[in-house]
């Protein structure tokens, strides 16, 4: 099955990905399997971006100025890119900065689809998410939460948990106490998806699946997730090595 599908996206949407442990790694499948299917697909980050992921997706246009990077988007996509990532301007030489969230608005009609990368994790797989994120834009059609199953059994704190003590506020599991399904279903739909713009689909994204342990590991977070709402759950062996595979539990 094919990620994208299992996500529901399709010609139009605005998708924005939040959350942690395996962000960068769907993005880049999704775009691929999109411009396999003859559409092109522009990427922004709404934070900052590592330059090594971008490039990776396509090529790299940035200006801070809005009517200068939506003219750069444009001419790559008329050279013949299916895929093109875009930001506001290189911070370091290894980031690429975000573009304002309602800029994002304004990029949509550029592409087939719009991928949105909300929030950072610093590799952790889950995170406690601040009340300041993640950044989506309002044009965002679906957003995707994003969670590391290896999360799953692990302690609370900075080594498996990107802000360990928003985690344990939000989910109730205490520092140095182990994650459980509850909790970490309640990081994704009470964190990265608790101010979704109005309209908006929603989805959670278990990363990190393969047959076996992981694969009941993760049915039991979906039926967590789905407890709290959130209807569509897709399970996918991003980041470990290709071939991706994906299930819907």
């Given amino acids: 099955m094919k990620l994208h599908a299992a996500l529901g996206i399709s010609a139009g949407d605005v998708v924005a990905f939040a959350g942690a442990g395996g962000k960068s790694g769907a993005i880049l499948q999704v775009a691929t399997e999109l411009a ?20 990776g997706i396509g090529p790299l246009v940035t200006s801070e100025d809005a009517e200068e990077l ?16 875009a930001g506001s301007a290189m911070i370091s030489k290894d980031r690429v900065g975000g573009v304002e969230p309602d800029l994002v608005s304004d990029l949509a009609p550029l592409a087939d689809v719009l991928l949105v990368e909300a929030d950072g994790s610093r590799g952790r797989p889950i995170k406690g998410t601040a009340t300041h994120e993640p950044a989506l834009p309002d044009a965002s059609t679906l957003v995707v939460a994003v969670g590391n199953v290896a999360a799953l059994g692990s302690s609370v704190d900075e080594e498996h948990v990107h802000r360990p003590a928003l985690f344990s506020e939000l989910t109730g599991v205490g520092a140095g106490q182990s994650i459980t399904a509850r909790a970490f279903a309640r990081a994704l739909v009470q964190g990265s998806l608790a101010n979704v ?6 989805a959670a994204l278990i990363t990190g699946v393969e047959p076996g342990r992981t694969m009941s590991d993760a049915s039991v977070i979906s039926r967590e997730l789905w407890r709290l709402g959130t209807r569509r759950v897709a399970l996918t062996s991003i980041p470990k090595n290709p071939p991706t595979r994906v299930w819907v539990p």
């Fill in 36 to 55: 396999e299917a003859g559409m092109t697909v522009l990427t922004v980050p709404t934070t900052k971006m590592s330059v090594g992921e971008a490039k």
């Fill in 70 to 85: 939506r003219a750069k988007v444009k001419i790559s996509f008329s050279e013949g890119h299916a895929r093109v990532a």
């Fill in 197 to 202: 713009p109005a309209g908006a689909r929603t």
